[in-house]
Nanobody
Framework: VQLQASGGGLVQAGGSLKLSCTAS????????MGWFRQAPGKQREFVAA????????FYEDSVKGRFTISRDNAKNTVTLQMNSLNPEDTAVYYC?????????????????WGQGTQVTVSS
């Protein structure tokens, strides 16, 4: 599975951005799709994940109520709508995929990764 992320950029605090990740190479629906982020000097952290067939979504606590993950299996695309952004959300955001129905918050369980897209939130 090849993943291509896009949609990052610079936004003021309180603003919104929408990230997209398009998959190619294999049937998309059996895969759990996840978003992770890594800020400078910090470890990579889980942001959100969504199951393939059910569309059940999971979120890291700090983004609940602000971020929404969704997917379109017909278009092989997963999106992360990010609202009410704050400077602590500044990071490189990565999409990731793993086959199966269970999501993990540890990135090591995801064998497929996109190239990352920078999100910068100014105060």
């Amino acid at each position: 599975v090849q993943l291509q992320a896009s949609g990052g950029g610079l936004v003021q605090a309180g603003g919104s951005l929408k990230l997209s990740c398009t998959a190619s190479g294999r049937t998309f629906s059996p895969y759990v799709m996840g978003w992770f982020r890594q800020a400078p000097g910090k470890q990579r952290e889980f942001v959100a994940a969504i199951r393939g067939r059910t569309g059940t979504a999971f979120y890291e606590d700090s983004v609940k109520g602000r971020f929404t993950i969704s997917r379109d299996n017909a278009k092989n695309t997963v999106t992360l709508q990010m609202n009410s952004l704050n400077p602590e959300d500044t990071a490189v955001y990565y999409c990731a995929a793993r086959e199966g129905n269970y999501y993990y918050t540890e990135g090591g369980y995801y064998p497929y990764w996109g190239q990352g897209t920078q999100v910068t939130v100014s105060s």
